[in-house]
């Protein structure tokens, strides 16, 4: 009779186990088979690398942001308090950085932007340089970007969610990332004021339901075949599985019994 040690090293043994888990690495066989007849076709899964004229907009917005918020943190840094100083830096940091992207992805994707803010922008600009300096300028300065950033933070998200584009894909996720955390920053002088930011517009269109699968009968049944295969056999497996650890248990009793006997003589 084997001691409960030989027993568990038993249980434990690599070919025991391989054995035991050969029906469920069959059953993954036949799920990846199935799924491969399942497929629609053979069409290709690269990604379209094409510039579209919305993706285009995504780098003319990020650039024109850039270019009025670079010049506002530098105001920010001579004329705000000193919350507005840090925050003023860290914006003008982040488009910096971001200003080197943008044009590294126009030249990639053959996509031009500007070199200017918008007239819009240069008003902003305008009414940063005739504030006074100190809580003046801070509330144009929180105000103004707040609103800007507001903007801007929907039209990226559109963007990211219906691109084409993998490069403008993960460009824009940054360039959202970064407008979250200015708005953040911006808040966080308690100078915005929210009341006079635009209303949020929500979507009240139903969206679509999607493709339906177009399985016909065939599949239909080898769908439900696939289910029962893969449930019966998972079954079998935990069930291999919870005979074999309950006989090693059973056939371990006697041996401790023999020997708790033995002590005791």
């Known amino acids: 009779m084997r001691s409960a040690s030989e027993l ?27 799924l491969a007849l399942l497929a629609p076709g053979s069409a290709s899964t690269a990604q379209t690398t094409a510039v579209s004229p919305t993706d285009s907009v995504l780098l003319t917005k990020v650039r024109q942001a850039g270019l009025w918020e670079m010049p506002s943190g530098m105001m920010a840094m001579q004329k705000g308090s000193p919350l507005v ?34 007239d819009e922008q240069r008003g902003w600009l305008l009414e940063e340089m005739n504030a006074a300096p100190g809580p003046a300028f801070d509330r144009v300065f929180a105000n103004r970007l707040r609103a800007a950033h507001g903007q801007v933070f929907a039209i990226l998200a559109q963007l ?8 403008v894909r993960a460009f824009a996720t940054v360039g959202n990332q970064a407008v979250m955390r200015h708005m953040t920053m911006l808040e966080s002088t308690g100078m915005v ?18 493709a339906p699968l177009g ?39 006697p041996a401790t019994a023999v020997r708790a006997g033995s002590s005791h003589g």
């Open 8 to 34: 568990t090293a038993l249980e434990l043994d690599p070919p025991t186990a391989l054995e035991r888990s050969r029906p469920l690495v069959r059953i993954l066989f036949v799920v990846v088979a199935v």
């Open 85 to 118: 100083k840090e925050v003023g830096f860290a914006i003008m940091m982040d488009h910096g950085r971001l200003d080197v992207a943008t044009r590294a992805l126009s030249a990639k994707l053959n996509s031009p932007v500007p070199d200017q803010p918008s």
């Open 160 to 167: 990211r969610a219906g691109t084409r584009n993998d490069d």
């Open 193 to 210: 004021d929210y009341t006079a930011l635009p209303e949020p517009a929500v979507s009240t269109t139903a969206a679509p339901a999607g």
């Open 215 to 253: 399985l016909d009968t065939s599949q239909i049944a080898v769908v439900a075949a696939l289910f029962l295969l893969v449930g019966g056999g998972l079954f079998y497996v935990l069930r291999q599985i919870k005979g074999n650890r309950s006989r090693a248990r059973t056939s371990s009793r």
